[in-house]
């Protein structure tokens, strides 16, 4: 299926449409097309400009570019000078060969121009494509969530450790641990009223250091 921006170069390449051309304030060109803009009163898709320019890569090295902005849709798309791409060549073929009026204005007259005109987009579209989503404006979007302000903080959150859980089973181990065996002779049973009574206390005092240290492993 053929894309908005090759479906655009197409019907222009058939209409043939005059284009109304201011060059860049630098000057300059590549391929016989010199940079500047390139503007179309009127075509199947509406008001049309075209933007041929040099853009800088990540490590400082030159390239060319073509953009388009289609009023009537809204549509904005640009294409770089790089090897195999076909779409750039054939939007350079079609400026190279149309018929081009100089418009005798200034270079920054023709760039506000540019930076407005898809400011108020006619609600009818003659162009019956969706533009599709660059890797740029993807990379925008989510950049634009990440930098928004979370509703949490990470320090709303108490990190959890396993820490407390093996102090509450080292404790029980150590409480019950030290209960003394007792030896199966025979004991008179005066003398075991007088025992049992007697670890009474040494058990509840056993408990409550237990669940001391209980609450104090558990915060509360």
């Not at 570019?65 to 350079?92: C, G, I, P, Q």
């Not at 029980?172 to 002779?185: E, M, S, Y």
Request: charged share 25%; with cysteine; hydrophobic share 40%.
């Amino acid at each position: 299926m053929m894309d908005a921006f090759s479906k655009i170069i197409e019907k222009l390449n058939i209409a043939k449409p005059e284009l109304y051309f201011t060059p860049d304030e630098n000057g300059g060109g590549d391929r016989h097309v010199r940079y500047g803009f390139y503007e179309i009163k009127n075509s199947c898709f509406g008001p049309v400009m075209f933007r041929f320019y040099e853009d800088r890569l990540v490590d400082g090295s030159p390239i060319s570019v073509v953009a388009v902005r289609v009023k009537n849709s809204n549509f904005e798309h640009r294409e770089y000078d790089m090897v195999h791409n076909e779409k750039f060549y054939a939007t350079l073929n079609f400026l190279q060969k149309a018929n081009k009026t100089d418009t005798k204005i200034i270079s920054k007259v023709a760039s506000n121009n540019w930076n407005k005109f898809l400011s108020k987009p006619n609600p009818n579209s003659k162009l019956d494509v969706r533009p599709g989503i660059t890797a740029l404006q993807s990379f925008e979007a989510f950049m634009t969530v990440v930098d928004r302000h979370r509703p949490y903080e990470p320090s709303d959150f108490v990190p959890e450790s396993f820490i407390p859980d093996l102090v509450i089973a080292l404790l029980v181990t150590a409480n019950f641990a030290g209960a003394p065996v007792w030896l199966k002779n025979a004991v008179p049973q005066n003398k075991k009223v007088a025992t049992v009574a007697n670890q009474q206390p040494r058990t509840q005092a056993n408990c409550i250091n237990y669940f001391t240290a209980l609450q104090k492993v558990r915060g509360c």
